[in-house]
Nanobody, 126 residues
Framework: QVQLVESGGGLVQAGGSLRLSCAAS????????MGWFRHSPGKEREFVAA????????YYGDSVKGRFIISRDNDKDTVFLRMNSLKPEDTAVYYC???????????????????WGQGTQVIVSS
């Protein structure tokens, strides 16, 4: 098992930046694919970004491509989400998620992830 704790959310003006962190504890962090999802009222939980356990290949949702950057530090058991050029529509609760190295799971699918953090709120004002 792995426990996930997000931090770094807050209030920011449109055009600004934030960096979210997700600290993991438990089994070997480097063996987990890590993802970020977000949820805002009235919408489905949306895939934001993910990074594989193996080579650290990043994947992004269409709405954040070119603005957000996911990275991981396996020495610190932490995954980051750098969010640039923020827009009011980025306002949501952001969740960190993980699954143990498994081939064949769609990396952008919520159902692929076995472990979730409690979420951190991001509010982007216009």
């Amino acid at each position: 098992q792995v426990q996930l704790v997000e931090s770094g959310g807050g209030l920011v003006q449109a055009g600004g930046s934030l960096r979210l962190s997700c600290a993991a504890s438990g089994r070997t962090f480097s063996m987990y694919t890590m993802g970020w999802f977000r949820h805002s009222p009235g919408k489905e939980r949306e895939f934001v970004a993910a990074i594989t356990w193996s080579g650290g290949t990043p994947y992004y949702g269409d709405s954040v491509k070119g603005r957000f950057i996911i990275s991981r530090d396996n020495d610190k058991d932490t995954v980051f989400l750098r969010m640039n050029s923020l827009k009011p529509e980025d306002t949501a609760v952001y969740y960190c998620a993980a699954y143990w190295r498994t081939f064949g799971r769609p990396i952008e699918a919520r159902t692929s992830y076995d472990y979730w953090g409690q979420g951190t709120q991001v509010i982007v004002s216009s």
